[in-house]
């Protein structure tokens, strides 16, 4: 599986971007996805994951996200998608979308990721 990661750029505190991820090489609408970051000089940290299981799906968000991010997919593109609304400077950061064959449970831990995008930054100016 191959993940492009794009969206990303300059925005004003306040503004709003959406992030896609668009993978190849497999069919992966049965995969567990989701959104890490990191900003200079501090660990990766995670964004948001979504998943398939048993009850259609699970999505979990970090705290310092929650209300203001969303991600969804589109398994007939083979992508996801971080619309990010309401940014704040602390979400400065490179953004890197992840995948993994394990679906059913959601994770937060960049360990339960196989496979990485490339990264795309977004800078949020105050």
């Known amino acids: 599986v191959q993940l492009q990661a794009s969206g990303g750029g300059l925005v004003q505190a306040g503004g709003s971007l959406r992030l896609s991820c668009a993978a190849s090489g497999r069919t992966f609408s049965s995969y567990r996805m989701g959104w890490f970051r990191q900003a200079p000089g501090k660990e990766r940290e995670f964004v948001a994951t979504i998943t398939i299981n048993s009850s259609g799906g699970s999505i979990y968000y970090a705290d310092s996200v929650k209300g203001r991010f969303t991600i969804s997919r589109d398994n007939a593109k083979n992508t996801i998608y971080l619309q990010m609304n309401s940014l704040k400077p602390e979400d400065t950061a490179v953004y890197y979308c992840?995948?993994?064959?394990?679906?059913?449970?959601?994770?937060?831990?960049?360990?339960?990721?196989?496979?990485w995008g490339q990264g795309t930054l977004v800078t949020v100016s105050s």
């Open positions: 992840a995948a993994d064959r394990r679906s059913g449970v959601i994770s937060s831990f960049g360990r339960d990721y196989e496979y």
